[in-house]
Nanobody, 123 residues
Framework: QVQLVESGGGLVQAGGSLRLSCAASGRTFSRHAMGWFRQAPGKEREAVATISWSGGTTYYADFVKGRFTISRDNAKNTVYLQMNSLKSEDTAVYYC????????????????WGQGTQVTVSS
């Protein structure tokens, strides 16, 4: 079992930046694909960015390409999401999630989730 704790959310003005962190504990997550997902009020949860367990392969949703960067530090059991040029439509609860997977997998249905962190972008 892997436990995830997100941090770094908050209130930021449009055009600003935030860096989310996701700390994992429990079983090692070094062979787990990880990702960030988000859910805005009244909308379904959607994938934002994911990363393979090696860190060598990433996936980004079209709406964040060029603005967000996902990375991981397996030695620290931590996944990051650097969010730049934030827009009001990025306002949502952001969740970290993961799944044990093969080396290059970046599209997956998570087996476990964090509790989420609120990101609010004011226009």
């Amino acid at each position: 079992q892997v436990q995830l704790v997100e941090s770094g959310g908050g209130l930021v003005q449009a055009g600003g930046s935030l860096r989310l962190s996701c700390a994992a504990s429990g079983r090692t997550f070094s062979r787990h694909a990880m990702g960030w997902f988000r859910q805005a009020p009244g909308k379904e949860r959607e994938a934002v960015a994911t990363i393979s367990w090696s860190g060598g392969t990433t996936y980004y949703a079209d709406f964040v390409k060029g603005r967000f960067t996902i990375s991981r530090d397996n030695a620290k059991n931590t996944v990051y999401l650097q969010m730049n040029s934030l827009k009001s439509e990025d306002t949502a609860v952001y969740y970290c999630a993961g799944k044990e997977a093969a080396i290059a997998v970046v599209r997956f249905r998570p087996d476990y989730w964090g509790q989420g962190t609120q990101v609010t972008v004011s226009s």
